[in-house]
Nanobody
Framework: QVQLVESGGGLVQPGGALRLSCAAS????????FAWFRQAPGSERERVSC????????YYADSVMGRFTISRDNAKNTVYLEMNSLEPEDTAVYYC????????????????WGQGTQVAVSS
């Protein structure tokens, strides 16, 4: 049974930092690419970042470039999203997702999803 479990969300002040984790189980972790999406109320789900299975290539949305870092630990079957210099506009539910082979931008291209973790940036 495939499971993705996110953790690490919370309330943080502007300029603060959080690290999200996504623990995966039930499939061959090494062969899957992982993405973090986020969805704010009234907005579409957007891809924040992705890390590929093949060569570890990483991709970022323009809005988070230079502030967020995605990484994966294949030994722990876990993907991370390090978020720095957080802004109120980063407030959203953050979802971990996965698909085989290459990263894609569209949420519909991903096969499995976690339940989401809330990130709120406010003073």
């Amino acid at each position: 049974q495939v499971q993705l479990v996110e953790s690490g969300g919370g309330l943080v002040q502007p300029g603060g930092a959080l690290r999200l984790s996504c623990a995966a189980s039930g499939f061959a972790f090494d062969y899957w690419s992982f993405a973090w999406f986020r969805q704010a109320p009234g907005s579409e789900r957007e891809r924040v970042s992705c890390i590929s299975s093949s060569d570890g290539s990483t991709y970022y949305a323009d809005s988070v470039m230079g502030r967020f870092t995605i990484s994966r630990d294949n030994a722990k079957n876990t993907v991370y999203l390090e978020m720095n210099s957080l802004e109120p506009e980063d407030t959203a539910v953050y979802y971990c997702s996965t698909r085989q082979r290459f990263c894609r931008v569209s949420p519909g291209a991903y096969d499995y999803w976690g339940q989401g973790t809330q990130v709120a940036v406010s003073s």
